[in-house]
């Protein structure tokens, strides 16, 4: 036993090490903590246990299963839940002993997450009920966090909210995180690799902000790689530490879902990512707003590369949205690195972060990553402007990492100059490397199909998505040197991008595969096969649903924006959206309001242009007739860059109720 609270108190319950079984088998998956977050009734919860009432004497010890639902408002003064059994225990002889004895210390379970510990059978429920020590009550102790988390409980995330688990996206919670793959997942934001540091007064204008209690928004923009989404889980962290709920939606919750959110009764920040493609999502978050009590904070971030025409147009869609987004705060996030002189500190900080966890890559094992980082000298052009964008700084201290450990022919020398826009293809030399070992592994690699086809397959994938298997094949079949390939060959590559870069959810139906990040890799690979090979474009936008053609828009942009191609793709997809105008017209004026930043300390992007009107964007396309795009698939996803797109049309915001927007000063509970 490494932690244990009072008997018969709130915090009745025990952490129990198992240590010594060879039957058992811990989960695959690390477990999420969580609680109820509204006051909604009926949230169903199962659990597990060896109560007496399923024993049988002469017989090896049998469990049971069972079902119920969790009220928040039963116990809530005594810091309890109370789970209302579907089946109670009948029949039992009395004699003052309880049908559930036994049961005691199972956990209990709402859908995926743990909600708390079974403690007793409630009096005057005639074994209908059992008294439950909620999560929350544990997790209120440090030395039960601390002992969780020496024993391979995973660092604290927080308690999620139960009735919003199908909207979380399930990467952003740090307990479930995978392993990384290939060793630019240590750049995922939400890992964190590198300790957070700097922004300190605008942390604090941000817990300011939170704590004035009722709806308030905040909008945060900036280049790629500046630090957004850093910012908003380190705020994120401080939040849950101080008992509030964060919830970043998964791109492809429905408006319905996200409506929900009006029922939170505890304090709730919602961090909506991309949100300059999310639209939908979006107009679906301002109309929770709208009808939530304001007896609780509730918070709504919204992360964009840049504050342009999408801003204002969500702002003047309606009456609601001008109620509640017209207090809203906007901030441009600056360069983290902004001292030259202070970069190179910083610098040697990532690396030896880094050479931390590059040993829990896949083949980086067994090697001296921390000397080599002590080791490693800073660029001598830290000076430059690029180097302030704190992905920059980061990417380049892992490049050079692997530099020195897996020497590329592709890589620079000490005699040449370093080019801090020459860090993605760096990394993405140091990628190929997986790609074409798991490809080997898999029975891919030539005269089976070529190295060439294989990055291409890649880039398609990143550039139009599929929603699921099914049409990952219609996307593998668009592609010349994978359509007259057996559909077993095809399903091995989608097999081999799912076990690179796993989707959010292992659930079936659903993306066969995530994303390739940080989203600036993504860009640069896309854009470097768009440059050898225009054609591509072309191929992939025959056949492609709504949701395909709207992401392969933005994503193309992007991928353009970086001045490595000098302009050479910006003219590529400016004659692609001439010889396409019908089929992108709808979609090209969508995404024109979502202006594309550039990478950080770059000229501005040159933006799509008609031939005969250079200085006014799309001007030369009219909307396409009804007919001219197919109709969105069902299953499509709402789109998240790089992975998936912005929807194909903004979809107005809903009208406000008779009730205005809480105010920002509204009282907490």
């Known amino acids: 036993m490494v932690w244990a609270g009072t008997p018969g108190g709130r915090d009745d319950a025990a952490l129990v090490l198992v240590d010594d079984s060879p039957h058992w088998q811990p989960p695959a998956v690390p477990v999420v903590w969580g609680r109820p977050d509204t006051k909604r009734p009926g949230t169903p919860c199962e659990t597990w246990g060896v109560p007496d009432e399923a024993q049988r004497k002469g ?155 009722g709806f308030g928004a905040w909008l945060l923009h900036g280049p790629g790689g500046q630090g957004k989404t850093r910012l908003a889980h380190h705020l994120g962290k401080k939040l849950t530490a101080a008992g509030w709920t964060v919830l970043w939606p998964h791109s492809n919750a429905e408006a319905s879902q996200l409506l929900e959110v009006r029922r939170a009764a505890r304090p709730l920040l919602v961090v909506l ?79 030896r972060a880094l050479a931390l966890t590059l040993p829990t890559v896949p083949g980086l094992a067994g090697r001296d990553w921390s000397t080599a980082a002590v080791n490693l000298q800073p660029p001598r052009r830290l000076g430059e402007d690029a180097y302030g964008n704190a992905l920059t700084l980061h990417m380049t201290a892992l490049a050079d990492l692997l530099d020195i450990t897996q020497p590329h022919p592709t890589n620079r020398t000490d005699d040449e100059d370093e080019d801090a826009q020459d860090v993605e293809d760096r990394l993405l030399d140091h990628e190929s490397r997986y790609w074409e070992g798991s490809a080997t592994t898999r029975g891919l690699t030539p005269p089976v199909l070529s190295i060439d086809t294989l990055e291409t397959a890649l880039a398609a994938a990143h550039l139009a998505g599929a929603a699921d298997r099914d049409q990952a094949d219609l996307l593998w079949q668009r592609l010349p040197a994978l359509a007259d390939q057996p559909r077993d060959r095809r399903n091995t590559v989608t097999a081999w991008l799912t076990t690179l870069y796993p989707p959010p959810s292992a659930a079936p139906g659903g993306p066969p595969w995530g994303a390739l990040q940080p989203d600036r890799l993504a860009e640069r690979h896309i854009g470097r096969i768009l440059d050898t090979d225009p054609r591509l474009a072309d191929q ?52 024109a309001t979502q202006p594309l930043s550039p990478p950080p300390s770059t000229p501005s992007p040159p933006t799509l242009r008609s031939r005969s009107t250079p200085s006014t964007r799309f001007t030369a396309f009219s909307p396409a007739p009804a007919t001219a795009s197919p109709s969105p698939r069902p299953t499509s996803p709402t789109p998240s860059p790089a992975t998936t797109a912005p929807s194909p049309r903004p979809t107005p915001m809903p009208t406000c109720p008779t009730s205005p927007c809480p105010s920002t000063t509204s009282p907490t509970a």
Request: with cysteine.
């Open 59 to 213: 017989r090896p010890v049998e469990a049971v299963q069972l079902g119920g639902e969790v009220n928040p408002g039963s116990g809530f003064v005594g810091n309890q839940y109370v789970m209302d059994l579907r089946t109670p225990g009948m029949g039992w002889p009395g004699g003052g002993t309880s049908p559930w004895g036994g049961l005691s210390g199972a956990a209990v379970f709402c859908d995926r997450y743990l909600t708390g510990v079974v403690a007793s059978d409630r009096a005057n429920s005639a074994h209908g009920r059992l008294n439950v020590v909620p999560a929350y009550v544990l997790h209120h102790d440090d030395a039960f966090r601390a002992a969780l988390a020496e024993h391979g409980g995973g660092p604290a995330g927080g308690l999620g909210a139960v009735e919003f688990q199908d909207i979380a996206d399930p990467t952003v919670h740090t307990a479930v995180r995978r392993a990384p793959v290939t060793p630019a997942a240590l750049l995922e934001a939400g890992r964190q690799t590198v300790p957070f540091h700097g922004r300190e007064g605008l942390l604090a204008d941000m817990q300011e902000w939170c704590a004035l209690g």
């Open 273 to 351: 990512d991309y949100a300059e493609t999310r639209p939908a999502q979006l107009a679906a978050l301002v109309a929770a707003a709208a009808e939530h009590p304001g007896t609780s904070p509730l918070k709504l971030l919204l992360l964009a590369r840049t504050s342009g025409d999408w801003w204002q147009q969500a702002r003047r869609a309606s009456r609601q949205a001008g109620e509640c987004l017209a207090t809203a705060r906007t901030r441009r996030l600056t360069p983290l690195e902004d001292e030259p002189s202070r970069r190179a500190g910083h610098y040697r900080d990532a690396a």
């Open 540 to 591: 992939l936008l025959d056949g492609a649903d709504d949701a395909q053609t709207a992401q392969f828009l933005t994503v193309y942009s992007r991928a353009a924006a970086h001045p490595v191609f000098d302009g050479r793709l910006d003219t590529h997809l400016t004659d692609l959206c001439v010889r396409h105008h019908r089929k992108l017209a709808a979609h090209i004026i969508t995404t």
